[in-house]
């Protein structure tokens, strides 16, 4: 049991390494390229901001109308400092803990009518909440085109929006920005907020979503919450979470792939390292790999209101398993969930083998061009697949 879970754990490490191996050719590839094209037309970028109330405001009691840059920034707590051993810290952990307790970023894009206002949010069934980073417009572009194309599938309505923070600094951030509100102007499924979009701030990224969607899609049914380089068959999804007891959005729904008594890494030189600085105890809560996972409108909004007496931890996945372990509530595990991937999961088999995808929910770690075929081929209506 033990080795076991040590082993999902090494290879889910290995295989993490291996997507940050990825990302990090693409990023280098993408500035490259945005360097070349962009270079004669970045000066005149303002961020399009709408009103937002943040917490300083609430508190102050003052409505500012200025514009973003010049917003309050949430101030680092200097005091953290003081804790035993800071000094010894790696930079990334320093740095998240200087800004754990911020909760409250100004929106750059918004889209507040995404489903269709309050009142009419009841109407969307299954709202995608696809985490992506600045760069990766070719990934956002195939899952429009893909399985993440807003549509309405055997009487319910399928949206979709992709959360983001900004990139780097400077001219590179203006360009990434203006990228940005280009594709959310054209394709209205951007919501952008002014914090750095990095590993360590991806918890942070979850929470503004979930306040956003109280405030903004409050009575969607169902939610897919998950990364864009996976492959969800939101077809079966949506059947799925038909077929469910009494169909049901407000009760309890959270399930994926499921993570039981994982280990906290405590290697510094690990991308998952977590200091006891920030959690003491060695095993996290029961949670669903951050791949995809789904969830219920009412799981949501417990979570949403549950986490502001947790403080921030900077693995988003297992923060989700935090919220639910305090509220009482438990995630549960899907067999058609992959997120390690299916060739990890059962050697031999291709994990570009239609047959094997069109009963699944949802496989980790397709390129875009892969993604693109892969749907083409499990919609095939001549697909022929054995029975076995
Ligand atoms: C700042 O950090 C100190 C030490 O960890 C903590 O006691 C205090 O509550 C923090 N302040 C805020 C505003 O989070
Ligand atoms: C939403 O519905 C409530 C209750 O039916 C109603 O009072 C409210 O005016 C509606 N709001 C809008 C914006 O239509
Ligand atoms: C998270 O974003 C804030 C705002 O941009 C930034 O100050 C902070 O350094 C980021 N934290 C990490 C750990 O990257």
Redesign the pocket.
């Known amino acids: 049991m033990a080795s076991s879970n040590a082993r999902i754990a090494t290879v889910r490490i290995l295989q993490r390494g291996y997507v940050a191996a990825v990302f990090l050719t693409g990023a280098i590839f993408m500035v490259f390229y945005f360097s070349v094209q962009y270079s004669a037309d970045i000066t005149d970028y303002t961020p399009q901001i709408n009103e937002f109330e943040n917490y300083n405001q609430l508190k102050l009691g003052i409505r500012y109308t200025t514009q973003v840059f010049s917003e309050p920034?949430?101030k680092?707590n200097m005091s953290v400092a003081d804790m035993k051993d800071f000094s010894s810290l790696p930079d990334?952990?320093k740095?998240?803990l200087?800004?754990?307790h911020?909760r409250h970023?100004p929106t750059l894009l918004d889209q507040p009518d995404k489903c269709g206002g309050v009142n009419r949010s009841k109407d969307v069934f299954l709202l995608l909440v696809i985490k992506s980073s600045p760069l990766n417009y070719e990934r956002r572009e195939v899952l429009r085109k893909t399985w993440a194309k807003e549509r309405f599938h055997k009487g319910a309505w399928i949206r979709r929006i992709f959360i983001l923070?900004?990139m780097g600094s400077g001219e590179q951030m203006e360009k990434t920005n203006k990228l940005l509100k280009a594709e959310h102007d054209e394709f209205n499924d951007i919501l952008q907020w002014?914090?750095?979009?990095?590993?360590?701030?991806l918890t942070?990224k979850q929470i503004l979503f979930l306040q956003w969607m109280e405030k903004n899609c409050p009575n969607a049914h169902f939610l897919f919450n998950g990364d864009d380089d996976v492959f969800a068959n939101t077809n079966n999804i949506v059947e799925y979470l038909q077929s469910l007891p009494d169909n049901d959005e407000s009760k309890h729904l959270f399930t994926g792939y499921l993570f039981q008594n994982e280990k906290v890494v405590r290697w510094a030189g690990s991308k998952y390292f977590i200091p006891v600085q920030i959690q003491e105890s060695n095993t996290y809560e029961p949670y669903c790999g951050g791949g995809g996972y789904l969830l219920s409108g009412y799981t949501a909004r417990v979570i949403n209101r549950i986490s502001q007496s947790i403080a921030i931890h900077?693995i988003d996945d297992a923060y989700m398993g935090m919220c639910l372990s305090k509220a009482g509530l438990s995630p549960s595990s899907h067999v058609g969930v992959k997120t390690l991937g299916l060739n990890m999961l059962c050697k031999g088999t291709d994990n570009l083998e239609p047959c094997y995808l069109r009963d699944l929910l949802l496989v980790h770690r397709y390129l875009p061009a892969d993604m693109y075929l892969m749907w083409k081929q499990v919609h095939d209506p001549n697909l022929k697949c054995s029975k076995n």
């Open positions: 920034k949430c680092a990334v952990i740095n998240f200087y800004y754990r911020c970023f923070g900004t002014d914090f750095s979009d990095t590993f360590h701030n942070l900077p």
